[in-house]
């Protein structure tokens, strides 16, 4: 038990108050802030950890660390809509920050179910036979594995908004009983628990996430990426409402593990139909690009909502314009000073006061309410995506996300490799990617790309060049697939070198001389002759040589003796030697076999 928590006086409601109102769902303690700022005074750093009751930082094992974030992640859970986004911020796309409270993520979903599957391919693998958690955890995670269970026989039947609403509950009051102890008590001492309870939870959790996934299949190949809910005024249901497609979602569903090879592909060719490809920029939109109403065009109400609502047209009658005016082109309009529908709540309470409008405002009030929505659709505001045109917006490419989906892809074609899936698949998969990475910057000319190609931007938006220079997660994504395409993969801590992304013209057509600098920053010279290539990695200098022969990794020590194995795999040893930077090899050379690389580049 070596890691911690962090004290955070923020407070998350209790799962009713969440139902409830779900965009108002945090409180801060200030007690509690004190008194860490206290401990902090006392202790230093370790006053910010969360405590026992004998004053010592309450220490917990990795497992634990693990085992929370999925806990918290799967009490959210909705059957056949996603995650529940209700603690007031939004995902790792902030252009979607008014998705919270309604909002149901199925990216957060597909990453859930790939991350359990990690958790329990980790602990599988380990010795441990049981773990020491919280007891508190321990009845949490008991609570949230007997839900699921009881509710997975119904799995890949039919989904009710009842069903839906049975097990939100069961999932959140659970959580809310974990929570209301936590902030009341904090964590008491550990109890045993066997690691196959944990891999019990991962083995239903992941059906239930599978059959949500399933579900979000969309008729044109793609799938839903984020959902909103609507809880029924006598909490007996939860509907799911779908919104538009997104580019994020099928990076997640494609990194889920869920999908196969053939799968995969179906979604990546189903992107370059869609209506999320940007032709111009042989990219990604982060989601279509629409048009929103004009100025004019919005807070427009239906006649047949006035007509048919005998509270709305009373009021129109006598003229009161607490809530429903008429412009002077006669549209009839909600009252402008309302922000949202609590404005029109509280206009419609002092209305209720008056015994002249009471029966009508109880008899109206819902239908009031209703029109209100669906005029303005507060509902499903997404954000700054779906109002502003620059800043991951309207018609904008986001780059990092359009990296993202360049990992996933690569992901998949490693994945179909291993997998042993068809050549077409796997072929048909490699072009995938070299079609997505043709749409990068770096591909691009200065006038093409809107902006100096070899640097990060953030998007580029319908009506502009590349916007927002800076050092965006792109690059990140960037390097790792690059590494990817030189076919540098570790397994178990052996380096292997599998080239089958990495494409023939890449290799040198004549010899040159390569400036490296060596472990210890001195320069030195390489002779690099004609159908080879170079790079470095951790520090030293990898050279490949085109071959006709079968494939060899040879290891260079600093005294000019060579060991050469055959096949791709630079060994246990080497690697480890590798790893550590210690000197004790100065190059690696790998002879490849030119029938092992990526197929000529199809034109598209």
């Given at each position: 038990a070596?890691?911690?928590?962090a004290d955070?006086?923020?407070?998350?409601?209790?799962?009713?108050?969440?139902?409830?109102?779900?965009?108002?769902?945090?409180?801060?303690d200030?007690t509690?802030?004190?008194?860490?700022?206290?401990?902090?005074?006392?202790?230093g750093?370790?006053?910010?950890?969360?405590?026992?009751?004998?004053?010592?930082?309450?220490?917990?094992?990795?497992?634990?660390?693990l085992?929370?974030?999925a806990?918290?992640?799967?009490?959210?859970?909705?059957?056949?809509?996603?995650?529940?986004?209700?603690?007031?911020?939004?995902?790792w796309?902030?252009?979607n920050?008014?998705?919270?409270?309604h909002?149901?993520?199925m990216?957060?979903?597909?990453?859930?179910?790939?991350y359990?599957?990690?958790?329990?391919?980790?602990?599988?693998?380990?010795?441990?036979?049981?773990?020491?958690?919280?007891?508190?955890?321990?009845?949490?995670?008991?609570?949230i594995?007997?839900?699921?269970?009881?509710?997975?026989?119904?799995?890949?039947g039919?989904l009710?908004?009842?069903?839906?609403?049975?097990?939100?509950?069961?999932?959140?009051?659970?959580?809310?009983e974990?929570?209301?102890?936590?902030?009341?008590?904090?964590?008491?001492?550990a109890?045993?628990v066997?690691?196959?309870?944990?891999?019990?939870?991962?083995?239903?959790?992941?059906?239930?996430?599978d059959?949500t996934?399933?579900?979000?299949?969309?008729?044109?190949?793609?799938y839903h990426?984020?959902?909103?809910?609507?809880?029924?005024?006598?909490?007996?249901?939860?509907?799911?409402?779908?919104?538009y497609?997104m580019?994020?979602?099928?990076?997640?569903?494609?990194?889920?593990?869920?999908?196969?090879?053939?799968?995969?592909?179906?979604?990546?060719?189903?992107?370059?139909?869609s209506?999320?490809?940007?032709p111009?920029?042989?990219?990604?939109?982060?989601?279509?690009?629409?048009?929103?109403?004009?100025?004019?065009?919005?807070?427009v109400?239906?006649?047949?909502?006035v007509?048919?609502?005998?509270?709305?047209?009373?009021?129109?009658?006598?003229?009161?314009?607490?809530?429903?005016?008429?412009?002077?082109?006669?549209?009839?309009?909600?009252?402008?000073?309302?922000?949202n529908?609590?404005d029109?709540?509280?206009?419609?309470?002092?209305?209720?006061?008056?015994?002249?409008?009471n029966?009508?405002?109880s008899?109206?009030?819902e239908a009031?309410v209703?029109?209100?929505?669906?005029?303005?659709?507060?509902?499903?505001?997404?954000?700054?995506?779906?109002?502003?045109?620059?800043?991951?917006?309207?018609?904008?490419?986001?780059?990092?996300?359009?990296a993202?989906l360049?990992v996933?892809t690569?992901?998949?074609?490693?994945?179909?490799e291993?997998?042993?899936?068809s050549?077409?698949?796997?072929?048909?998969?490699?072009?995938?990617?070299?079609?997505?990475?043709?749409?990068?910057?770096?591909?691009?000319?200065?006038?093409?790309?809107?902006?100096?190609?070899?640097?990060?931007?953030?998007?580029?938006p319908?009506?502009a060049?590349?916007?927002?220079?800076?050092?965006?997660?792109?690059?990140?994504?960037e390097?790792?697939?690059?590494i990817?395409?030189l076919?540098?993969?570790?397994?178990?801590?052996?380096?292997?070198?599998?080239?089958?992304?990495?494409?023939?013209?890449?290799?040198?057509?004549?010899?040159?001389?390569?400036?490296i600098?060596?472990?210890e920053?001195?320069?030195?010279?390489?002779?690099?002759?004609?159908?080879?290539?170079g790079?470095?990695?951790?520090?030293?200098?990898?050279?490949?040589?085109?071959?006709?022969d079968?494939?060899?990794?040879?290891?260079?020590?600093?005294?000019?003796?060579?060991?050469t194995?055959s096949?791709?795999?630079?060994?246990?040893?080497?690697?480890?030697?590798?790893?550590?930077?210690?000197?004790?090899?100065?190059?690696?050379?790998?002879?490849?076999?030119?029938?092992?690389?990526?197929?000529?580049?199809?034109?598209?």
């Amino acid at each position: 038990a070596w890691f911690s928590y962090a004290d955070s006086p923020y407070r998350l409601a209790p799962y009713e108050d969440l139902v409830a109102n779900p965009k108002a769902t945090i409180r801060y303690d200030a007690t509690a802030a004190d008194n860490t700022a206290s401990r902090v005074e006392a202790y230093g750093q370790d006053g910010s950890r969360m405590w026992t009751a004998d004053n010592q930082v309450h220490l917990v094992t990795m497992v634990e660390k693990l085992l929370v974030p999925a806990l918290s992640k799967l009490s959210n859970f909705v059957p056949g809509g996603g995650i529940w986004m209700n603690t007031q911020r939004p995902e790792w796309n902030d252009a979607n920050n008014a998705l919270v409270g309604h909002g149901l993520s199925m990216v957060t979903l597909c990453h859930l179910r790939s991350y359990l599957k990690f958790l329990a391919s980790v602990l599988r693998e380990s010795d441990l036979i049981q773990i020491d958690v919280s007891t508190q955890v321990d009845d949490w995670m008991t609570a949230i594995f007997d839900i699921l269970e009881k509710h997975g026989e119904h799995l890949g039947g039919e989904l009710t908004d009842a069903r839906r609403k049975e097990v939100l509950d069961g999932l959140g009051r659970a959580f809310s009983e974990y929570r209301s102890t936590l902030y009341a008590k904090g964590l008491s001492g550990a109890v045993p628990v066997a690691v196959s309870a944990i891999l019990d939870l991962c083995r239903i959790a992941t059906a239930h996430l599978d059959d949500t996934i399933r579900r979000n299949r969309r008729s044109d190949g793609l799938y839903h990426s984020y959902n909103l809910i609507r809880f029924d005024a006598d909490g007996s249901s939860a509907r799911i409402e779908h919104l538009y497609e997104m580019l994020e979602g099928q990076v997640a569903v494609i990194s889920s593990g869920l999908l196969s090879s053939q799968e995969k592909l179906d979604v990546l060719e189903s992107l370059f139909d869609s209506s999320t490809y940007r032709p111009d920029q042989q990219s990604f939109m982060l989601y279509p690009a629409r048009r929103p109403p004009a100025f004019l065009e919005k807070n427009v109400i239906p006649d047949s909502h006035v007509t048919g609502n005998p509270l709305l047209s009373s009021l129109l009658a006598a003229g009161d314009v607490s809530v429903i005016l008429v412009d002077r082109d006669g549209r009839h309009r909600f009252n402008p000073a309302f922000l949202n529908v609590s404005d029109l709540e509280a206009a419609l309470v002092a209305l209720a006061a008056d015994e002249h409008w009471n029966p009508l405002v109880s008899s109206h009030h819902e239908a009031t309410v209703d029109t209100y929505e669906q005029v303005f659709g507060h509902h499903g505001h997404t954000g700054r995506s779906g109002s502003m045109y620059g800043y991951e917006g309207i018609g904008s490419i986001y780059w990092h996300m359009v990296a993202k989906l360049l990992v996933a892809t690569q992901e998949a074609v490693f994945d179909a490799e291993t997998q042993g899936s068809s050549s077409d698949v796997l072929h048909r998969l490699i072009e995938m990617y070299w079609r997505i990475r043709s749409g990068l910057g770096f591909e691009k000319t200065a006038s093409e790309f809107g902006a100096f190609p070899i640097d990060a931007y953030s998007h580029t938006p319908a009506h502009a060049g590349a916007q927002q220079p800076g050092m965006t997660g792109q690059v990140k994504e960037e390097i790792i697939t690059r590494i990817g395409e030189l076919g540098v993969r570790v397994s178990k801590g052996n380096v292997r070198f599998e080239t089958m992304l990495l494409r023939q013209h890449e290799f040198l057509t004549e010899a040159t001389r390569w400036q490296i600098f060596d472990l210890e920053g001195h320069e030195r010279e390489l002779d690099l002759p004609a159908r080879s290539l170079g790079f470095t990695f951790c520090g030293l200098p990898v050279v490949y040589r085109l071959t006709d022969d079968q494939a060899t990794v040879s290891v260079l020590s600093p005294d000019g003796q060579r060991t050469t194995n055959s096949g791709i795999e630079l060994g246990d040893v080497a690697s480890r030697v590798l790893f550590r930077r210690s000197g004790e090899i100065i190059q690696i050379e790998v002879e490849i076999p030119s029938t092992s690389l990526a197929p000529p580049r199809e034109t598209t």
